[in-house]
């Protein structure tokens, strides 16, 4: 099913984490697969890390005809549906493809983290005052430490200074 003659794009609703192996199992069954990431930093076992994953989870682009590889692609191990309004497959306009395209880079959609402004309330997530709120105060040499104000019940702020990444944007 590798010819671009009718194709158009579509939107595949993947089973929950099955993005990566419903993509792998499509790609020599359609002309054409696009599945955007996003590099972003999540908490894990109390460690700020950077990964890779889907930008929009559950879903991946494919490109096929839809007459030829609706059943192919609907039935696959891994895939839930291909969004449609009532029972016809919606077509994705190709711009709207490209657009997500053009913002990445390898395919990777990367968002910079704005930095963190005097006054802004924070938390921090690792370390020995894990779980406390306090309020930024500044950057330390660069952007490798920060120094923030500790709220505690004896004082008005006890300043801090910590990794910058200990420090995090309250959920």
Not at 16 to 30: A, G, K, T
Request: glycine share 8%; charged share 25%.
């Amino acid at each position: 099913m590798r010819d671009s003659g009718g194709t158009q794009w579509y939107l595949v609703r993947t089973k929950p984490h099955r993005e990566r192996s419903v993509e792998m199992q499509l790609r020599d069954l359609v002309a054409e697969l696009y599945l955007p990431l996003l590099k972003a930093r999540t908490s894990r076992w109390g460690r700020l890390r950077w990964v890779l994953a889907p930008l929009f989870p559950c879903y991946l682009f494919a490109r096929f005809d839809l007459r030829g590889g609706y059943f192919t692609v609907r039935y696959l191990p891994g895939v839930h549906s291909i969004v449609s309004a009532g029972r016809d497959p919606i077509a994705v306009a190709p711009m709207v493809v490209e657009e997500i395209r053009r913002r990445s880079v390898n395919g990777v959609v990367e968002l910079k983290e704005r930095p963190f402004g005097y006054g802004e309330r924070v938390r921090l997530v690792h370390g020995p005052f894990k779980g406390f709120e306090a309020v930024f105060e500044r950057y330390l040499s660069g952007a490798e430490r920060v120094s923030v104000l500790l709220s505690t019940v004896e004082a008005t702020g006890v300043r801090v200074v910590l990794s910058a990444e200990a420090v995090a944007r309250p959920i």
